[in-house]
């Protein structure tokens, strides 16, 4: 799961360890970051915002040939946030969830 929104952020972790049964510990995180972001700040921001330990989180360099730098500078200034965890049971658990929503809100 990857989003800049602090909120949703939150909203899947707590999924992950609510409904799912994982556990902080065994989230991965990593940062897409974008040259303009400052790499240490945002793992500040998203330590704060997940609770997780800032040594765990990885950072991946992002350049976005698509946008050809018309994007506006800072308006990801934290970069974005993926979450993830590995576990092929609760991989399919998971997709079998979005698979029934899907199917009783007619979206599939």
């Known amino acids: ?15 992950l360890h609510e ?3 994982i556990s902080k510990e065994d989230v991965k995180p990593r940062i897409q970051v974008h040259p303009n972001v400052k790499v240490q700040q945002a793992i500040n921001f ?3 915002i997940t609770k997780i330990p800032k040594d765990r989180f990885y950072i991946h360099y992002q350049v ?3 946008s050809r730098h018309m994007r506006p500078k800072h308006s990801l200034p934290h970069g974005t946030l993926e979450l993830r965890a590995n576990g092929r049971k609760d991989f399919f658990r998971i997709k079998g ?12």
């Open 46 to 48: 998203w330590s704060n």
């Open 19 to 21: 409904v799912v049964g």
């Open 97 to 108: 969830w979005i698979a029934g929503v899907a199917r009783e809100g007619n979206l599939a």
């Open 64 to 66: 976005s040939r698509a």
């Open 1 to 15: 799961f990857g989003n800049s929104d602090p909120d949703m952020i939150k909203v899947f972790l707590r999924f």
